[in-house]
């Protein structure tokens, strides 16, 4: 029990200290943007980079773990789908229920939980769950623009380039690789650019999550409760059962089957609220799975972590 606050309650407790920030006006909207950003483009991606390089990849070892998150996803989607149906949802906030139940905040959630539940930074099942984000982060957002553009959010006409160069230019994705091809090479960092990346990647976990707790406070509840309830327990629930059915039926290891379920369990990412607007979905919709999903994350978390 000990063990799973001492894990938990770090990343919670930031995030409230982001969320406090950004209520009290010290940490106003566009100070908050720009940090995203720099979290995002530059603090992740050094983060990743780090610890991939320097660490003894067992790439035999993820396929099992991106199988099951993947496919895991895959059908989130699909059982998102008939709920959704059931549910009566119109078509704007069709593909917006689906989008929110299956994307989740894997570089500023999963990431500090991981690393906080697996400290070693040479360890194997950490290693794993380095290298299933850049993979994971590109099947997000290919499968979200997909779902809401053909659930009539919008059009899909100019969209293949961006999504394209989106691909190709994603942060999270070029620094797993990178890092992979350093360390499969053998080739040592020189150590002041080992120590320069590393001291920059250390940024990365809290303020993250000041930026989640800065987001949540400028995010808000709209639209139906139920719905957004139904998407954001569907999401940190429904998801990760469906995660831990498949890990049982691969065999996936005991450390593997617990990074899975942590990354599926994450709460819906906020970024699902800014494509939802701009494909024209359910933005009420959106704003509230995100919110709901966070505070339902916790004791998600918890349960998940307890299995370990």
Avoid at 22 to 41: D, S, V
Avoid at 44 to 63: H, I, K
Avoid at 114 to 135: C, I, K, N, Q, R
Avoid at 289 to 301: D, E, R, T, Y
């Amino acid at each position: 029990m000990l063990a799973i606050v001492n894990i938990l309650a770090p990343v919670f407790l930031v995030i409230l200290l982001g969320w406090a920030l950004a209520r009290t006006g010290f940490l106003p909207g566009q100070a908050l943007a720009e940090l995203n950003r720099l979290c995002y483009w530059v603090g992740v991606p050094c983060l990743l980079f780090y610890r991939v390089s320097t660490a003894q990849p067992d790439v035999g070892g993820v396929t099992g773990l991106l199988l099951v998150c993947g496919l895991a996803t895959v059908l989130a989607i699909g059982v998102a789908g008939l709920v959704g149906l059931a549910l009566g949802l119109p078509g704007r906030a069709y593909g917006t229920f689906m989008q929110g139940v299956f994307r989740g905040n894997l570089a500023f959630i999963g990431l500090p939980v991981v690393l906080y539940a697996f400290p070693d930074s040479a360890g194997s099942a950490e290693t794993s769950a380095l290298l299933v984000f850049g993979p994971l982060v590109v099947l997000y957002n290919v499968l979200a623009v997909v779902v809401l553009v053909l659930s009539g959010g919008g059009s899909g006409h100019g969209l293949v380039r961006p999504a394209l160069y989106g691909l190709v230019t994603n942060p999270i994705l070029v620094a797993s690789l990178g890092g992979l091809l350093v360390a499969l090479a053998g080739i040592p960092l020189p150590e002041v650019a080992g120590n320069t990346i590393s001291a920059i990647g250390q940024m990365a976990l809290p303020l993250a999550l000041i930026c989640i707790g800065g987001t949540l406070y400028t995010t808000r509840i709209q639209g139906s409760l139920g719905r957004a309830l139904a998407g954001a327990g569907m999401k940190v629930a429904a998801v990760p059962l469906i995660g831990f059915a498949l890990a049982w039926a691969v065999g996936l290891s005991d450390d593997h089957t617990r990074i899975a379920l942590i990354l599926l369990a994450c709460p819906t990412a906020s970024v699902s609220y800014v494509l939802a607007r701009q494909l024209r979905g359910d933005e009420a919709l959106a704003s509230s799975i995100v919110v709901l999903s966070n505070f339902l994350a916790v004791p998600a978390m918890f349960v998940v972590l307890a299995l370990g």
